[in-house]
């Protein structure tokens, strides 16, 4: 008769293959680097699975022998075959193992370690509590959340932290996961071979709401990238609507310029930790680091009472009567 567990582990295995699908999975790569690091991941499962399987059926068959024999057999000979089992199997194997293992890891890591000649776009990732900060310094373009790359070509990403130990991980698109350390800036490649969104997220725990500072990347052919950026290089428009320009004075009275940053609008007074750029907002998919929606609703309520989205977020409640809030949602969602 076959153990419910035994008849439980099929059902296991399927959902633990769901699991790895989706937006942000190693095992579904769109980049050479990150195809790299799925090869190797499954030359471990299947040799570890393999391993395990057999360390198992060892394990029940010596049950099953103890069992049919009332005294274990103590001959010399016996003996000596056991302990050259033992080593054979216990030690000899497991060693080959381990050797080849770390053969492939270290050539993994050197082939994903190769950059390309030239990289034709160049960015700096900051991260802070709970959020990124993405800088284009060649083009003069500040977002925040979301990483606009061109599909085709190599991206050469500086990150580092302005608080504490970040980690920085697009398992798609990048060869593993690195550290974001304050005053120090790493390097890492990223190349998208198709378009498409592509979800990242911060893999050091860093506080309260790490498991909510996630990021977007946008690939998108070279012709929309470079629209992209040439649509955030100027400031916005003066709004033309009287709500949205009553919406922007709301936003200097009520002291949202001190931590946010809109071009040629405001740049923030407090120094150390400001809160994302703005320039660009409306233009975003998500607010808070992708942990609700950008709409009208969810940005009116996140005006008034982040917290009660992000515990422990560094955003303070900003309390408005309705008028001024319509006012100041209508602005923001105009900031594209």
């Known amino acids: 008769m076959i153990r419910p567990t035994l008849r439980c582990l099929p059902v296991a295995v399927v959902f633990l293959s769901i699991g790895c699908g989706g937006w942000q999975s190693a095992l579904d790569p769109r980049s050479p680097g990150a195809a790299t690091i799925e090869s190797l991941w499954w030359i471990a499962f299947t040799s570890t699975g393999i391993l395990s399987s057999l360390t198992i059926l060892g394990l029940l068959y010596a049950v099953h022998r103890a069992h049919r024999r009332a005294a274990p057999e103590t001959s010399r000979h016996t003996a000596s075959r056991e302990q ?4 054979i199997a216990g030690v000899g194997i497991p060693t080959l193992f381990l050797i080849g293992f770390l053969t492939l890891s270290v050539r993994a890591g050197t082939a994903v370690s190769e950059h390309p000649e030239e990289a034709t776009v160049m960015l700096e990732v900051v991260g802070h509590q709970f959020w990124w900060e993405v800088h284009y310094p060649n083009h003069g373009v500040v977002t925040a959340n979301e990483i606009h790359i061109p599909v085709g070509e190599p991206v050469e990403v500086h990150i580092t932290s302005a608080d504490v130990i970040h980690s920085f991980w697009i398992p798609q698109l990048a060869p593993g996961k690195l550290d974001m350390n ?10 998208a071979e198709e378009a498409g969104l592509y979800r990242g997220q911060c893999t050091e725990f860093c506080g309260v709401q790490h498991a909510h500072m996630a990021l977007l990347v946008v690939a998108s052919p070279p012709e929309e990238f470079e629209e992209w950026l040439d649509a955030r290089r100027g400031t916005p428009p003066e709004p033309t609507d009287p709500e949205a320009a009553r919406g922007r004075e709301v936003f200097l009275e009520a002291g949202c310029s001190a931590c946010h940053a809109i071009r040629g609008v405001s740049r923030p007074r ?9 320039t660009d907002l409306g233009s975003r998919s998500s607010l808070g680091a992708l942990t609700i929606p950008n709409d009208r609703e969810h940005l009116a309520q996140w005006i008034l009472e982040p917290d009660r989205f992000k515990p422990g977020v560094r955003m303070p409640p900003t309390p408005l009567d ?15």
């Open 84 to 87: 050259t089992f033992i080593l």
């Open 182 to 191: 304050p005053g120090r800036f790493n390097t890492l490649w990223l190349f």
């Open 270 to 278: 407090f120094a150390g930790n400001p809160g994302p750029d703005l």
């Open 322 to 336: 309705d008028a001024d809030l319509a006012a100041l949602v209508r602005y923001l969602e105009g900031l594209r």
